[in-house]
């Protein structure tokens, strides 16, 4: 079995590996399978913004569905020095801007948003297991943010390959996923 640190290596590798049609591909496949999940009667959706030169799954087509459903989305901004988050109300007046890591996050002068008030996460991730155990870059950003959020959010992962069959070797503070989606299949894990 390999360890997260290796499965981290050999996914981000493969993502490298995709082109940027394959990319828009999967995304678009995955924001189609998103709406087959019965999660539409909540109120606010936090979203990842895609970090492009990771190749992540372009979110845009998943905040068009949440626009077009009158969704409150929410967005994060990350504080490398003691590995946070702060979360703010996507408007049209959110000004967006590519940190240093490549992460496009929002101006601090946004609407703040508190981590209780989130319904529903859609999870960025390397690589997941159809137990819903996600590698994601090793910092631990989501694991500590999914722990200040209601026992009852909703966290969803969204990834480009298929779900692990055997388990990733899980940390304490790790948090597992309700769903996992991906091109082909919604996985609900109850």
Known sequence: MMTKHELRREYLDRRRALTDIEVQESSLQIANKVLELDIWSFSNYHVFLPIQKQKEI??????HILQGKDKNIVVSKSNFEDISMSHYL????????????GIPEPDQNGIPIDEKNIDVVFVPLVIADRFGNRVGYGKGFYDRFLKKCRPDVIKIGLSMFEPLESKIDMHVNDVGLNYILYG???????
């Open 90 to 101: 996507l408007t049209d007046q959110t000004k967006l801007r590519i940190n240093s890591h």
């Open 58 to 63: 372009n979110t845009q087509y998943l905040l």
């Open 184 to 190: 082909e299949e919604v996985i609900d894990l109850g």
